[in-house]
């Protein structure tokens, strides 16, 4: 099966990050988002990926310079204005005629791709939503639906106390191809917006599948760290890195970083490979990037320090992404 992966958008929301990395290039315990999202779908029988691309479009590319990840094909298709969600995947799904998975290249989840490819089957729909549960549901697109999965509405970023269901827009879909040409090609359009809400004007098209997975968007500061949180403790489904060892329970550490004897180092933690961290120094709850090093005395807390930084001596970061390439001989916290 073929999967359309949307990652052209220019993830405002985690600058200064992404002015040198797009988002789904960022690591996530020190894997690139990305990978972690095409082993995913890798898992689930999908053998080619059209990388809908439009901000730095060769930052993907020199990633994946020989055009592929494992067996999986990939290619890419580089929109020149941004063409919004459903724009971006018509652009880059032109030519296909075949079922494809969409994902959206932010969300990180261990949606079972298959069930929901047979949902979607069983249900003879045009497109299926996959949906998930979060406490408040104000930042997102609602999704309520009837008892069989048939999607009634779509209330984007309603007030907390109005919303009328706590099931939103997961950001996976399956499409047929009819769902494909009906979006009009090379023109901005909006899935959540245009395309879906349009198909519930004819009964029967729309389907949305609840999922009790794991499910987060990586999209802002906040999320980002928890991410990699939850991908330390388990809850996305995989090891953190393929090459980490876990020396204690929820302590990763991954080739070639050298720790200190009396260092101390509290779980969820990794490591990265060629990294260092030196005497006396506290790493809690945080990741460090490869290549990084942590001074003599250093405390990091709920951080991530990112490839080839430098956290001096003595210096204190708690709540805060650092990096890549930096140095910090102070304070930062969040
Ligand atoms: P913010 O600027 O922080 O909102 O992030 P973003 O640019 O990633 O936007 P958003 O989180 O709404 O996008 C959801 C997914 O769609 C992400 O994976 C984006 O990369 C992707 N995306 C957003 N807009 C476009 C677009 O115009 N074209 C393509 N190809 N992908 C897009």
Redesign the pocket.
């Known amino acids: 099966m073929k999967a359309v992966?949307?990652?052209?958008?220019?993830?405002?929301?985690?600058r200064p990050l992404?002015y040198t990395t797009?988002?789904?290039l960022l690591p996530i315990a020190n894997v690139a988002f990305l990978e972690r999202q095409l082993t995913w779908l890798a898992r689930y029988g999908v053998d080619e990926a059209v990388l809908?691309?439009?901000?730095l479009p060769e930052a993907f590319t020199d990633h994946f310079s020989d055009e592929r990840f494992g067996d999986m094909k990939l290619r890419f298709v580089v929109?020149h204005e941004?063409?919004?969600?459903a724009?971006?995947?018509r652009?880059?799904a032109d030519g296909i005629n075949e079922r494809v998975l969409v994902c959206?290249?932010?969300?990180l989840t261990d949606l079972d791709l298959g069930a929901f490819v047979d949902f979607h089957e069983s249900h003879g729909a045009e497109a299926t939503i996959s949906l998930a549960r979060v406490d408040d549901p104000s930042a997102f697109g609602v999704v309520p639906t009837r008892e069989d999965g048939e999607v009634i509405a779509f209330v984007e970023k309603p007030l907390r106390d109005q919303a009328p269901t706590n099931w939103i827009n997961a950001?996976t879909y399956v499409l047929e191809p009819s769902v494909l040409s009906s979006i009009p090609l090379r023109l901005?359009v909006s899935i959540e917006r245009e395309t879906f809400p349009r198909m519930l004007e004819r009964p029967g098209q729309l389907y949305a599948m609840r999922s009790e997975g794991y499910w987060l968007?990586i999209?802002?500061p906040t999320k980002y760290l928890e991410a990699q949180m939850d991908v330390l403790e388990g809850k996305a489904g995989l090891p953190p890195t393929p090459t980490a060892v876990e020396r204690e329970p929820g302590v990763w550490i991954e080739p070639g970083a050298l720790i200190a004897s009396d260092a101390t180092l509290i779980a969820p933690v990794l490591i990265g490979s060629d990294s260092t961290v030196e005497p006396r120094a506290r790493v809690a709850s945080s990741v460090v990037g490869p290549r990084a090093s942590i001074g003599a005395g250093a405390v990091v807390t709920d951080s991530v320090v990112l490839a080839d930084t430098a956290v001096d001596a003595g210096a204190e970061l708690d709540g805060v992404v650092l990096g890549p390439d930096a140095r910090l001989d102070g304070k930062a916290e969040a």
């Not at 941004?82 to 969600?85: D, F, H, K, N, R």
């Open positions: 992966v949307l990652v052209g958008g220019a993830g405002t929301r985690l992404t797009p988002k789904p809908s691309l439009g901000y929109e941004p063409l919004g969600t724009g971006g995947i652009f880059a959206n290249g932010d969300v950001g901005n968007d999209g802002t």
